[in-house]
């Protein structure tokens, strides 16, 4: 579409332009100026749309899927979030996919590796563990556990657990644009036992301001592979103490490679954050993609306009360079929102820009 503006493709098509196109398409070719503005917009034009997904709503066929299909025929027993915008992709927002995976009491999914990073937040359940590398994680509810590009990792529920559901979260959109993803089954098929006492790399790197001596961790991702829910809520806790946090996220605080600092992946980097009762933050907009998980309490969060109210296990997501700010519904108790995003990605390349909503005090209005 043409831009009567200086610097913008403006050219109207004649019956001989027509004709050179046409010419152009037989050597696999085309003019520049009939798609220049539509492939460089002023800002970013997000294919994804806001999506919120009610645990309420998907909790019950994610429980069928154990009647259907067992671990061992579908490799992954999952239930993915597809946004309306993203489906080519199998995206839930952005280049970043999510679902919800359930185990029942002595399961355990093959293990595998690929190049895609993932994440796993524990939505319900007892019993689950991750074994990534030869190293084993026991998992309780909302906790994060890693399985970095390139590791050997499985899943299963103890015998004497319960069913437990998690979500999954993963750039395989990403890495599939990049064709660079490989997969492959541990030839084995289950890891064999390694030796390493379990919850180890937690026990090692998960002490505040403390390093280990002896440390020799030269990859690119965390060494910490679980998270655990506890110790982050008490940290929000103690960060709430001593700041008035973010006027447009609250308390917020993001999930870091001991070693760096930063991001706990390459490609995907994560948050908590706490909204204190009552709470309400300010509007704005930045590039890059998120997930959010609601790990505790009820509120809402207006996105693009529209209002999604959300309460705990919920997921929804904020597509790039949409305006959205967040709100506690509780008077009395906060809530918390687990988020995964791709801002190593955007950050890294130097893509990362974000804006302040700066009408109507900071909120925007909402459609009815």
Known sequence: MGENIIGRANVEDTPELKAYYKDLEKFEAGALWTVANKIEPWQPQSASVPVLWRYSDLREHVLRSVELVSPEKAGRRVIYLNNPGRRDVSAAVGWLYSGLQ?????EVASAHAHSASALRFIMEGAGAYTVV?????????RDFVLTPNGTWHEHGVEPNGSVCIWQDGLDIPLVNALEANFFVVHPKIRQEVSGYPVDDMTKTWGNPGLRPADSRWSNGYSPMFKYEWEPTYESLLKYAAATDGSPYDG??????????????????????Q??????KTRSHRHTGSFVYQVAKGQGYSVIGGKRFEWQERDIFCVPSWAWHEHGNASENEDACLFCFNDLPVIEGLGFYREEAYGDNAGHQPVAA
């Open 251 to 272: 308390i917020l605080m993001n999930y870091v490679n001991p070693i760096t600092g930063g991001h706990v992946m390459q490609t995907i980097g994560a948050s908590m």
């Open 274 to 279: 706490m909204l204190r009762p009552g709470e």
């Open 133 to 141: 590398d030869g190293h084993k994680m026991t998992l309780g509810a």
């Open 102 to 106: 359930v185990m029942h009491p002595g």
